[in-house]
């Protein structure tokens, strides 16, 4: 199989524009590393690509699983592996684009403990604590046993520290401390596109506008007609604020500017987990869409030396 190239960033940095022009520039496929695209019907929030960018370029990892299921790392992992093997046999460049920096870590390196692994006993007293005792309780746990994996989970997302304090208790080993005991899967490339903050920031509040403008709320509505508020789909950013609009807690106004918010504060805790990847950063302010592609497909041959 041919080398990876990944191209990562933070939300509304311009990774799917300039993948789909990579790609059919390269003559390859794109496979989606985004945990919110996977989800069917999740369309506006997840800033998903329209019907006519899949029909310029087949993307692969979207609109795979419903909103009341489950995924992880490790699952996608396994989808990946299938995709991949799929590209081995048409000979294609994989190119794998999105935000989310777990998954991967979890494709492309091999660590000392089995993260699909489930364990019961402990996730159920860790769940029976948290609604005791609320999030920080929770997140005070791992601050304790794993400050690098508290430091990138933030403190509201009792489901990841829960995880990361699970393996912990289960193999003695740090969820962080994988990096340290990685073995290579795949060859792979990584670029982390990036900008100045301010500008990145301004871009993320004007695509939340276009969001809305685009139906974001209607979305939201129609979709909580279907599902259990409570299914993990609901969980992400955009839809979780807008649910509790809708059951009153807030007005409109305050539901989108809470959108915005938690929108930046992801895009820092990104930049945050790409820093300590092994990745060449690219300024998108600094370079136009050719200039970058012409950087990737100039680096890619000359690390492996491989034609595309």
């Not at 699970?166 to 003695?172: H, K, L, Q, V």
């Not at 007005?251 to 992801?266: P, W």
Request: aromatic share 12%; glycine share 6%; charged share 30%.
């Amino acid at each position: 199989m041919k080398p990876i190239i990944g191209i990562l960033g933070p939300t509304a940095v311009g990774k799917s524009s300039l993948a789909l022009r990579l790609a059919k520039e390269i003559n390859t496929e794109i496979i989606s590393a985004d945990s919110m695209q996977i989800y069917k019907g999740f369309d506006i929030g997840t800033a998903k690509p329209t019907p006519e960018e899949m029909g310029l370029v087949r993307h692969h990892l979207i609109d795979i699983i419903e909103p009341n299921d489950n995924f992880s790392s490790y699952l996608f992992k396994e989808a990946t592996d299938k995709v991949l093997e799929d590209f081995a046999e048409r000979n294609l460049v994989p190119l794998i684009v999105g935000g989310t920096g777990f998954f991967f870590k979890n494709l492309l390196f091999e660590f000392d403990f089995e993260e699909g692994r489930d364990f019961l006993s402990i996730r159920e007293k860790l769940r029976r604590d948290y609604e005791e005792f609320g999030s920080g309780y929770i997140h005070s746990l791992l601050e304790k046993i794993d400050p690098d994996s508290a430091e990138i989970i933030h403190p509201n997302d009792v489901k990841k520290a829960i995880r990361a304090i699970e393996i912990y208790y289960s193999t003695g080993k740090r969820k962080s401390e994988g990096k340290n005991a990685q073995m290579l899967r795949y060859q792979n490339i990584l670029f982390v596109l990036y900008r100045d903050r301010k500008k990145l920031y301004d871009d993320i509040n004007r695509r939340v506008d276009k969001m809305v403008e685009d139906g974001l709320f209607e979305e939201v509505e129609k979709l909580s007609k279907v599902f259990r508020q409570d299914c993990p789909a609901f969980n992400g950013i955009g839809y979780k604020e807008i649910i509790r609009y809708i059951n009153g807690e807030y007005d409109k106004n305050t539901a989108i500017e809470l959108v915005k918010q938690h929108s930046r504060n992801y895009a820092k805790r990104q930049i945050t987990f790409y820093k300590k990847m092994d990745a060449i950063w690219l300024n998108a302010d600094e370079h136009s869409s050719a200039e970058l592609i012409d950087i990737i497909k100039t680096v890619y041959f000359d690390r492996f030396n491989i034609k595309i």
